[in-house]
Every structure is written in C-alpha cells, then in structure tokens.
C-alpha cells in the first residue's frame, strides 16, 4: 500500500486499545486495510501492543480519556494526546473499569467519571472531529437475572446487579437519547462474558479462570453452581466490531445488539464439565455462599445481530478451553503461574 493509499484508508480511534479486545482487535483492522490510533492509560502495561509498533498505519498515544486535554477536535480532525489532529471516520469506545471488582475496589466516584464520563468525553470529540460512527462496547449484565427463565432480547427490560452495569446503562442512555441528529452514530454492543487468548491475557474470565485454576491446583471451587451465562471469543467479538464499522450506516446506526451465538449459553456445571474434560484429575468443590455482586442467570437470545449483521461466531467455549489450557501447557504466557495466580482466592460468580 503506498503512502498516498495509506492516508485515504479508513482512520479509526480504539480507546482502551492495549486491553483485552482492543490489542486483538487492533490487528484485525489494520489486516484489513484500516488506519488505527490506539489510546490507552497502559494500566496493565503496553506490550500488547509491539507487534504494531512499526506498522505504517499504526499510531499510538498514551492519554487518560477523561482528561479534556488529552482528546480533542481541531481543525484536522482529532488529536490524541501528543499525536497530530488526523481526519477521523469511527471511534470504538474500549476504555473503561471493567467489571463488578474493578468497579467496588475503585469505588462509584472514579467508576463513573471513567465509565460515564469518559464516555460523553469521548462521543463529544469524535462529533466535533467528524467521525460517523461511534461503537460502545456496553455488556449484557445489564440485564441482571433473568425472571422467568426466557432467553433476553435487545428489547427486554433492564435490572442492573452492579455498579459496573449501572455505569454502562447510564451510558447507553446518553448515547441514544442525547446524541439526536449527531453525525457519530452511536452503536451498541451488549457482549457476552468473553473467554480465549488475547495479546493481553486476562484471567478474571470464568471460562480462562477455570482452566488456569484447574491447571494449577487441579481443583475449582465453584459458587452458583446452577447459574446460566452467556459466552463468546474475543476473536468472535473483534470480527462482529469489524462488521459494525463495515455495514451500511442504516442498518446499525443507533442499534442495540447482543453479540455471541445461542450456542455459547451455558451453565456453570456445563462449564466445569469442559474443563474436567481437557484437563485431567480436576476436582470440583461446590460451595454455598451469598455475597453481593454480578449475580448474572440468564440466557440471552442473538437473533438481532444475526438477522441484521449476519454475524455467526466461529469459536465455541470447547474450543477457548483447549486454547487456553494449550497455551499455558505451553508456557507461552510467562507469568499466568506466578504466584499472585496460583495462591488467589478466586470467588467465581
């Protein structure tokens, strides 16, 4: 691709880019042809990241999405941090405390100035900077326990168990109700509990959690044992952001979606069995135990997003336990068995 053809290629600003779907995600777009700048606060570090780093079409900065200074519209377009004002096509919004932990071990003040705040900061730059779409990676957590037992839809109601649910409903509720005839057209995602491999690992995820204990201690302590969620790959949910950013404007322009598949709804047990499964002389403890948190039970129905995207993920939670137990057999992941793994005391809701 030459310089020219470099410059008129899409342009697409990642927040949070050197996290856990942004640093897998940033390679499927500039697979694809896409110009990325990626903004990141590098809590957890930047060495997702290197495999980009000398790529032409790659650009990167160190910013806090919340600090006005830090992203701005100009005359060129956006500025990121240090980075000069670029013409800007779409925004997804990655950056945030991710989780119900996260959440209460930050508390609700920086919760909210980083997870609603930092949204609205962030949709109002990429308006001023002409940007047309604008992707909000929500979860559907939101929809808490589930009533009767139903599969949720985009449409359901809305029962909130956390504070980090609270923060991304509130988000979703400016993004479609106070961004009216705004040229960023807001787009939501709903994803599913993700669980795989990424450049940044994560081991807070039930289904990569479970292998990691199993392989260490070859034991999970298990609470909730009945309750059902909803899984999808993070390589599955880089694809369905690529073919949001892809699909006419009409079709996804301030749409809700959930994003997984029908077949990534399972229950703990369901979970337990797969793991026991590939990594053998895994004892299973059930324990009872009441605490507040996420307390998710529910399925959830993906027949919007497959209607309308034609969206099929191709990696089932089979396939994500065998990754990851190959890929810490491996001992590709240099420090999953240090001991800040290995004596944790995971409470898996």
């Known amino acids: 691709m030459s310089t020219a053809e470099q410059q008129d290629a899409p342009h697409v600003l990642i927040t949070g880019g050197a996290g856990y779907i942004g640093s897998l995600l940033t390679g499927v ?42 992203i701005q519209a100009e005359a060129g377009g956006l500025r990121v941090g240090h980075l000069p004002a670029t013409p800007l096509d779409a925004v997804v919004h990655l950056a945030a405390i991710v989780g119900f932990p ?50 949720v839809t985009e449409e359901s109601s809305l029962n909130p168990q956390s504070l980090y649910a609270e923060t ?3 988000s979703e509720q400016f993004l479609l109700n106070e961004t009216t005839g705004g040229r960023a057209a807001p787009i939501l995602y709903r994803l599913a509990t993700l669980f795989g491999v990424s450049p940044r690992m994560r081991f807070d995820l039930i289904v990569n959690q479970f292998v990691l204990e199993a392989l260490t201690k070859r ?51 369901e979970i337990v069995a797969l793991v026991q499964r ?17 307390m ?31 890929v810490l057999e491996a001992g590709v992941i240099k420090d999953a068995f240090d001991s800040q793994y290995r004596n944790a005391q995971f409470i898996v809701q």
């Open 29 to 70: 777009l500039l697979n694809v042809g896409w110009r990325v700048t990626v903004a990141d606060d590098l809590l957890f570090g930047g060495q997702s990241l290197l495999g980009y780093w000398q790529h032409p079409r790659f650009r990167f900065a160190k910013v806090d999405v919340c600090d006005p200074e830090h």
């Open 102 to 151: 996260a959440c209460q071990m930050v508390g609700p003040q920086v919760a909210w100035r980083y997870n609603y705040e930092g949204t609205k900061r962030v949709y109002a730059a990429a308006e001023a900077a002409g940007a047309t779409r604008f992707l909000f990676t929500s979860t559907y957590s939101n929809y808490g326990l589930a009533l009767d037992g139903t599969p």
């Open 296 to 326: 998710r039970d529910i399925r959830v129905n993906f027949a919007k997003i497959r209607r309308v995207l034609g969206y099929t993920p191709r990696l089932t939670v089979e396939d994500g336990v065998r990754e990851v137990r190959d």
């Open 219 to 269: 034991r999970l302590v298990i609470y909730h044992r009945g309750y059902a969620r909803s899984f999808v790959h993070v390589r599955d949910v880089a694809d369905a952001i690529l073919l949001a950013l892809s699909a006419p404007s009409a079709a996804v322009a301030r749409q809700i979606f959930n994003v997984g598949s029908d077949e990534g709804n399972y229950t703990k047990d």
């Open 168 to 170: 991304k409903i509130a």
């Open 278 to 294: 590939y990594v053998a002389g895994t004892r299973v403890e059930h324990k009872d135990l009441t605490f507040g948190g996420d």
